[in-house]
């Protein structure tokens, strides 16, 4: 009877141990414990069976293992979920020939695989069976590319990055928004621009091809700006339209990114209402040199002539001739190195700190070192007071940082505005005769700082409250939001 009784406790307490373990499912990692890529190959890429193409026997079968995975997806036992899915994935992987949620769950199941694990030989192995499944997706169902194209791009260019090349996630997404044109998913807007820039600089795609990625992309986010309809969509598109505001300008620093005719379209106008700004001037005169305007184009020609007749006085001073040679010859660390000698020689408290700043801009248009830039700028305003050109510029490294500072869009790249604001805020208020560039700077880029829902989601922001702004900004702000 004893023995009865043991028999009896022992099985009622497996029974409490199966229920407690079972009740919520815990992914392992072990390489026993998850089935890894090997187990879905062999799937026949020219076959995609829907329920109809199975005997009666086997669609009923299958489509319950369907209902069955699908409610374990919800539930989010993707452990208990695999097996049933595989079945289904492996048999009849467009269902009813209209529903594509096969694909969709394997990914999120090899997602929750991925992220259940600290073995990076696994996690690559569940990415290799990610990038299968969407390849297989596309043959599937090919009216759904853009989106399977759109998703892997973004997938393996923000979770994955390096299991498949940045020229492959470039034309994932180039293609994904030229099949979706207008429709193009805000998501893949951020993670091409960014591409796009890179493998240029790189040298790893054609001036073409990076220049009709990037007048598509500018067109796409123009038309969303303008036709969104709700705030939440609005929004979205504005964080992309200051990230892509950025990938310009930098596109713009590109020698013969643009030709001539962009660039005096673009900016001849500032030029002809500001004749006698040497600093825009000088500014305006190297971007047309870097664009090859010809000696003979008549706008160049009255560019020039004010730019060398008012703006280039001559020196004697050897180090100044050297600046000048250099920055002539686009060697902006030798012209650097010629400016510095200057300023610790001599003893012009102007002088010094007018070729300070023009150090800071050569940091900033040239070499694209914000800090340095920063450093000199900062410079030149702590040796001329009521200046407020230094803090114009500190504003404009600010306002460029979005990329440098988080992932380009959303909350952490769009605070650096709220820093930039202060800069030109005060430069107007020290220096009236800047008022006009930092209002109209002000007013471009007061669209770009965080929405009141970014602001209202985040534990102890609010708005009015102070704020320091990482990354190598690292200033105190207040917390303000796009009206």
Same mark, same amino acid.
Request: aromatic share 12%; glycine share 4%.
């Given at each position: 009877?004893?023995?009865?009784?043991?028999?009896?406790?022992?099985?009622?307490?497996?029974?409490?141990?199966?229920?407690?373990?079972?009740?919520?499912?815990?992914?392992?990692?072990?390489?026993?414990?998850?089935?890894?890529?090997?187990?879905?190959?062999?799937?026949?890429?020219?076959?995609?069976?829907?329920?109809?193409?199975?005997?009666?026997?086997?669609?009923?079968?299958?489509?319950?293992?369907?209902?069955?995975?699908?409610?374990?997806?919800?539930?989010?036992?993707?452990?208990?979920?695999?097996?049933?899915?595989?079945?289904?994935?492996?048999?009849?992987?467009?269902?009813?020939? *209209?529903?594509?949620?096969?694909?969709?769950?394997?990914?999120?199941?090899?997602?929750?695989?991925?992220?259940?694990?600290?073995?990076?030989?696994?996690?690559?192995?569940?990415?290799?069976?990610?990038?299968?499944?969407?390849?297989?997706?596309?043959?599937?169902?090919?009216?759904?590319?853009?989106?399977?194209?759109?998703?892997?791009?973004?997938?393996?260019?923000?979770?994955?990055?390096?299991?498949?090349?940045?020229?492959?996630?470039?034309?994932?997404?180039?293609?994904?928004?030229?099949?979706?044109k207008e429709e193009a998913k805000v998501s893949s807007i951020i993670p091409l621009s960014s591409l796009n820039f890179r493998l240029y600089e790189a040298e790893k795609i054609t001036q073409e091809d990076a220049r009709a990625a990037l007048d598509n992309i500018n067109s796409i986010v123009k038309m969303n700006i303008e036709d969104c309809k709700d705030e939440k969509t609005c929004n979205a598109w504005t964080q992309v339209e200051q990230y892509t505001l950025e990938l310009n300008n930098r596109f713009e620093s590109q020698k013969g990114f643009y030709d001539c005719d962009f660039f005096i379209e673009k900016y001849y106008a500032e030029f002809e209402a500001a004749p006698n700004d040497c600093e825009l001037i000088e500014e305006l005169y190297r971007k047309f040199k870097n664009a090859d305007c010809a000696a003979d184009n008549?706008?160049?020609?009255?560019?020039?002539?004010?730019?060398?007749?008012?703006?280039?006085?001559?020196?004697?001073?050897?180090?100044?001739?050297?600046? *000048?040679?250099?920055?002539?010859?686009?060697?902006?660390?030798?012209?650097?190195?010629?400016?510095?000698?200057?300023?610790?020689?001599?003893?012009?408290?102007?002088?010094?700190?007018?070729?300070?700043?023009?150090?800071?801009?050569?940091?900033?248009?040239?070499?694209?070192?914000?800090?340095?830039? *920063?450093?000199?700028?900062?410079?030149?305003?702590?040796?001329?007071?009521?200046?407020?050109?230094?803090?114009?510029?500190?504003?404009?490294?600010?306002?460029?940082?979005?990329?440098?500072?988080?992932?380009?869009?959303?909350?952490?790249?769009?605070?650096?505005?709220?820093?930039?604001?202060?800069?030109?805020?005060?430069?107007?208020?020290?220096?009236?005769?800047?008022?006009?560039?930092?209002?109209?700077?002000?007013?471009?880029?007061?669209?770009?700082?965080?929405?009141?829902?970014?602001?209202?989601?985040?534990?102890?922001?609010?708005?009015?409250?102070?704020?320091?702004?990482?990354?190598?900004?690292?200033?105190?702000?207040?917390?303000?939001?796009?009206?």
């Amino acid at each position: 009877m004893m023995k009865f009784q043991n028999v009896i406790f022992l099985v009622l307490l497996g029974a409490f141990f199966f229920m407690a373990f079972s009740s919520k499912e815990t992914l392992v990692s072990s390489n026993r414990s998850i089935e890894t890529n090997n187990d879905v190959d062999g799937f026949n890429t020219d076959e995609c069976l829907k329920f109809s193409d199975l005997s009666e026997a086997e669609s009923d079968k299958v489509s319950d293992n369907y209902n069955i995975y699908r409610d374990r997806i919800k539930a989010e036992k993707f452990q208990s979920a695999y097996p049933l899915w595989k079945n289904v994935y492996q048999k009849a992987p467009k269902t009813n020939g *209209r529903i594509d949620y096969v694909f969709r769950d394997g990914i999120k199941i090899y997602t929750a695989f991925h992220k259940a694990t600290t073995d990076s030989v696994l996690q690559q192995k569940y990415v290799d069976t990610m990038i299968m499944i969407y390849e297989k997706a596309v043959i599937c169902f090919p009216e759904k590319k853009s989106y399977y194209l759109s998703k892997q791009g973004v997938d393996m260019f923000y979770k994955y990055r390096g299991s498949i090349t940045d020229e492959a996630i470039y034309h994932q997404l180039k293609t994904a928004i030229t099949l979706d044109k207008e429709e193009a998913k805000v998501s893949s807007i951020i993670p091409l621009s960014s591409l796009n820039f890179r493998l240029y600089e790189a040298e790893k795609i054609t001036q073409e091809d990076a220049r009709a990625a990037l007048d598509n992309i500018n067109s796409i986010v123009k038309m969303n700006i303008e036709d969104c309809k709700d705030e939440k969509t609005c929004n979205a598109w504005t964080q992309v339209e200051q990230y892509t505001l950025e990938l310009n300008n930098r596109f713009e620093s590109q020698k013969g990114f643009y030709d001539c005719d962009f660039f005096i379209e673009k900016y001849y106008a500032e030029f002809e209402a500001a004749p006698n700004d040497c600093e825009l001037i000088e500014e305006l005169y190297r971007k047309f040199k870097n664009a090859d305007c010809a000696a003979d184009n008549p706008k160049m020609v009255k560019l020039v002539d004010t730019f060398k007749g008012n703006c280039m006085k001559p020196t004697t001073d050897p180090d100044l001739a050297c600046g *000048r040679d250099n920055m002539e010859n686009e060697r902006y660390k030798e012209s650097i190195e010629c400016y510095q000698r200057y300023v610790n020689k001599t003893d012009n408290v102007d002088a010094k700190a007018n070729f300070n700043l023009r150090i800071a801009k050569i940091y900033y248009l040239h070499l694209r070192n914000f800090p340095k830039a *920063r450093e000199y700028a900062k410079t030149a305003a702590d040796l001329k007071s009521n200046w407020g050109d230094p803090y114009i510029l500190i504003g404009k490294l600010y306002a460029g940082s979005g990329s440098l500072c988080g992932p380009g869009t959303g909350f952490n790249s769009q605070v650096v505005t709220w820093a930039a604001i202060d800069k030109w805020n005060e430069a107007k208020r020290i220096d009236p005769n800047t008022a006009a560039e930092a209002n109209k700077l002000i007013n471009t880029y007061s669209k770009y700082m965080p929405s009141k829902e970014d602001v209202f989601s985040r534990p102890k922001v609010n708005e009015g409250s102070a704020y320091q702004v990482g990354c190598w900004i690292n200033e105190k702000t207040i917390v303000r939001a796009a009206k």
